[in-house]
């Protein structure tokens, strides 16, 4: 009998049906095609005051001075401050990962990470969700994280099936929060999962709109990612050691003007920091079109959320 972890949102606001995870007899991993949330081009939404972005490469890079990336930090936390969805984003995600980024210029900090993510989510950041979902699993508020992965799942299922997030995760995060959630409390996520639709769902449509506008992702090719396939210490000795968790990885991928990529950074890794090692020979494998005319030392760059998929579970309707 398959195992239903999901619940169905008794609500009109919610008709896209029952979000559940069932488990597989496969232990086969899969790594599917990265998707371009606007996440992945949180760069462009500029205030309309503000004439110049930090640069992200900078940011990211270890080999940064660190007071050079403190610098850069906190004007991406004054954006953020005053409104910046895309600079929330930025900021939430460092804040939630902290030190185990090893460019991180700050600590982590949980009630900052919260702070700036629930407000990106609140504001079209799909991935936000997510994150929200894993640092309330994290925290023991089972009830939190059930409502956030319940939201990520619903606002993931409207996307266009080329900027879905894998199901695969969804089901696995959904599953990972059943094993400790009291389905006593069922009603309670039901109603409010629905109050937060209710009260956000314009703001979330119309950041969608608004990132699906600025997304430039035409020119970016993967280099057949989500044709590989790898069994778990026996298929690739990269994933030998891997816990096989679901989840996602959000590269900063620096491209030379010849189109292939120069340099791959990490923003975020979820649920594994080890993640972003792993994946990174994926997004190393991506290129755009080269620039005709382009000068030499001419730099393009695309934030490229890669995700895994470990084919354990998935959604049921």
Do not use: C
């Not at 894998?166 to 389905?183: M, N, Q, V, W």
């Not at 990269?238 to 989840?247: M, N, R």
């Not at 020979?281 to 005319?293: F, H, K, P």
């Amino acid at each position: 009998m398959k195992k239903m972890v999901g619940f169905f949102l008794a609500s009109l606001l919610i008709p896209s049906g029952t979000i559940a995870a069932t488990q597989s007899q496969t232990s086969k991993t899969e790594t599917t095609k990265s998707v371009s949330l606007s996440a992945a081009d949180m760069l462009k939404a500029v205030p309309s005051d503000v004439s110049e972005r930090p640069d992200p490469a900078l940011l990211l890079d270890i080999n940064t001075p660190l007071d050079e990336r403190q610098n850069i930090f906190s004007a991406f936390e004054k954006l953020a401050n005053d409104g910046d969805t895309p600079s929330q984003y930025i900021v939430g995600s460092i804040y939630r990962i902290g030190q185990q980024l090893p460019a991180s210029p700050v600590k982590r900090d949980v009630v900052k990470a919260q702070l700036y993510l629930s407000n990106a989510a609140t504001h079209g950041e799909i991935l936000a969700m997510a994150k929200m979902a894993e640092m309330e699993l994290s925290a023991g508020n089972y009830l939190e994280a059930m409502n956030w992965a319940q939201i990520f799942g619903h606002y993931s299922a409207l996307l266009p099936q080329k900027l879905r997030p894998s199901p695969g995760y969804t089901a696995e995060l959904i599953e990972r929060i059943d094993e400790k959630f009291d389905r006593a409390k069922l009603p309670d996520v039901v109603k409010n999962v629905n109050i937060f639709i209710a009260n956000y769902d314009g703001v979330i449509n119309a950041g969608i709109k608004t990132a699906q506008m600025h997304d430039s992702g035409t020119d970016i090719y993967p280099i057949s990612p989500s044709e590989r396939q790898y069994m778990p210490g026996t298929g690739n000795s990269k994933f030998a050691d891997l816990s096989p968790k679901a989840g996602f990885v959000e590269f900063l991928i620096v491209f030379k003007p010849d189109g292939s990529a120069q340099k791959t950074l990490v923003l975020d890794s979820i649920p594994d920091p080890y993640l972003g090692k792993a994946l990174s020979y994926i997004a190393a494998a991506y290129r755009v079109n080269s620039v005709n005319g382009a000068k030499n030392d001419s730099l393009r760059y695309a934030w490229v959320p890669v995700m895994f998929d470990d084919n354990r579970y998935r959604l049921s309707k």
